[in-house]
């Protein structure tokens, strides 16, 4: 299973791991930015899902995590503060089979 996480700790960390690689990217510099780009063979489009996991934020409980939630689009928006914690966003996908 691929994963990736991110986390706080005096400044913003992130770790990602994949199997198998398709289009290794490398570090380039983009108009002031790092990019890292690369793929990774698994997870299959409309039969596989990817499973993210928060870490709450300290002294917050899910549901007033919940009202913090909003619709952008399509898309799920929140703000959550970085806290001192290297797994505190987690993505995962499955392998290729």
Known sequence: MGSGEVGGGGSVRWNFKAKNLK???SRRRQQGWYVLPGADEGGTIGKE???IKIRLPKGQTLAEFKKKLRKSG???KFDLPIENSGR???I???DKP
């Open 23 to 25: 289009n290794p990217g």
């Open 49 to 51: 899902s990817f499973t």
């Open 74 to 76: 399509n898309k799920v």
């Open 88 to 90: 505190q966003i987690q």
């Open 92 to 94: 995962h996908w499955p």
